[in-house]
Nanobody, 123 residues
């Protein structure tokens, strides 16, 4: 059983950076980050495959966010740079259960979810 724990959220100003962590991950499985803003549906942000070689980003965060993983620490990260007001949301990390899993943007492909961490970007 994978029990994910997000941390690193907070209140920042537009243009600032923030790094989210997703602890208690497992090696050999793909990890994804999703977010949900008030009144909106949950949306895909980024994903990394089991080996860390393949990464996928939503167009809205590409070139600003970087997903990575450190399997020695059982932790995945989401480095967020040049934050915008529109990035305000609760951010969730998710993991697939299948070993050697690949990147997926579909939330239904993920079997384990963290509790979420709030990111608020102010002007």
């Amino acid at each position: 059983q994978v029990q994910l724990v997000e941390s690193g959220g907070g209140l920042v100003q537009a243009g600032d950076s923030l790094r989210l962590s997703c602890g208690r991950t497992s090696s050999l499985i793909a990890i994804g980050w999703f977010r949900q803003a008030p009144g909106k549906e949950r949306e895909f942000v980024a994903a990394i495959n089991w080996s860390g070689i393949t990464r996928l980003y939503a167009p809205s965060v590409k070139d600003r966010f970087t997903i990575s993983r450190d399997d020695a620490k059982n932790t995945a990260y989401l480095q967020m740079n040049s934050l915008k007001l529109g990035d305000t949301a609760v951010y969730y990390c998710a993991a697939q259960s299948a070993k050697f899993s690949r990147v997926e943007s579909d939330a239904a492909k993920y079997d384990y979810w963290g509790q979420g961490t709030q990111v608020t970007v102010s002007s």
